[in-house]
């Protein structure tokens, strides 16, 4: 999970084990709620298994994602 200082940023992750949803979304909270969590941008392609570690770019409002199976990926917030 990680923060961009507006939003929280989170996927569920496994090490390609997830049979209940092996492509899972990222979904979003508002960092003053983070109990209240909705899929991001559904109808993208998502990392499949999920984010091994979260970086955010502050000075490009880039959300970095290193993912198990699918490499590096980046969202502009």
Do not use: C
């Not at 709620?33 to 990392?47: E, I, N, S």
């Amino acid at each position: 999970m990680i923060g961009d200082g507006t939003q929280l940023w989170a996927q569920p992750a496994s090490t390609g084990n997830n049979t209940a949803d092996p492509d899972p979304p990222y979904y979003t909270s508002p960092e003053t709620d983070g109990h209240t969590w909705t899929p991001y941008r559904p109808d993208l392609p998502f990392p499949e298994n999920g984010p091994l570690a979260f970086a955010f770019d502050a000075a490009n409002k880039i959300v970095y994602s290193s993912n198990w199976l699918a490499g590096v990926w980046r969202y502009k917030v």
